[in-house]
């Protein structure tokens, strides 16, 4: 069976970084493309980052700059580093596989 885990969330204060981890197993991942999404409070989720394996990392222009992606596909996991962390990057973060796979999410809250 598929499984994805993220992990890594937590509370922050603004100007903070955090880094999120994902762990996929059950599937093929190097060839895969994945990608980071979030879901703020009252909010559609939305793309934060999105790639493949040896291909540039599209990011959303809300994050760029600030959060980057970084994968071992001999682990099976993709990370995401976020720096500069601001009240509205707040949310719950999933991680997404090609085709359809998603995690449960990991609550990111950046609050004074």
């Known amino acids: 069976q598929v499984r994805i885990v993220e992990s890594g969330g937590g509370l922050v204060q603004p100007g903070g970084s955090l880094t999120l981890s994902c762990t996929v197993s059950g599937i093929l991942f190097s060839w895969k493309t994945m990608g980071w999404y979030r879901q703020a409070p009252g909010k559609e989720r939305e793309l934060v980052a999105r790639?493949?394996?040896?291909?540039?990392?599209i990011y959303a222009d809300s994050v760029k700059g600030r959060f980057v992606v970084t994968r071992d596909n001999a682990k099976k996991m993709v990370f995401l580093q976020m720096n500069g962390l601001k009240p509205e990057d707040t949310g719950i973060y999933y991680c997404?596989?090609?085709?359809?796979?998603w995690g449960e999410g990991t609550q990111v809250t950046v609050s004074s």
């Open positions: 790639g493949s394996s040896g291909a540039s990392t």
């Open positions: 997404r596989v090609d085709p359809d796979y």
